[in-house]
């Protein structure tokens, strides 16, 4: 099992930035590929960002290329999301995931999820 908690999440306006934390927890939990993603109030959860094990490869929805970096750091059994240049249309519960799915950006290659923490962007 692994435990997933999202922190750093909050209310700014459009232009600001953020850095989401996901502290993971369990066993190897640092084996697995982890992800990043959102869910808006009424919408379907999407993809934001993945990264591999030990951090080489890193993907990104198309909608936040350039502004979000995703990175981990093993040695402490955290992941991060950071969020600049955040527009209205980023505002979303954010969740971590861990996985050894084959498609980074699809939700079912996750076993674990955090529970999400909100991020709001006033315009």
């Known amino acids: 099992q692994v435990q997933l908690v999202e922190s750093g999440g909050g209310l700014v306006q459009a232009g600001d930035s953020l850095r989401l934390s996901c502290a993971a927890s369990?066993?190897?939990?640092?084996?697995?590929?982890m992800g990043w993603f959102r869910q808006a109030p009424g919408k379907e959860r999407e993809f934001v960002a993945a990264?591999?094990?030990?951090?080489?490869?890193?993907y990104y929805a198309d909608s936040v290329t350039g502004r979000f970096t995703i990175s981990r750091d093993n040695a402490k059994d955290t992941l991060f999301l950071q969020m600049n240049n955040l527009k209205p249309e980023d505002t979303a519960v954010y969740l971590c995931?861990?996985?050894?799915?084959?498609?980074?950006?699809?939700?079912?290659?996750?076993?674990?999820w955090g529970q999400g923490t909100q991020v709001t962007v006033s315009s």
């Open positions: 995931a861990a996985g050894a799915g084959i498609d980074p950006r699809s939700l079912v290659g996750y076993n674990y």
């Open positions: 369990g066993r190897t939990s640092s084996t697995y590929r």
């Open positions: 990264i591999s094990s030990i951090g080489i490869s890193t």
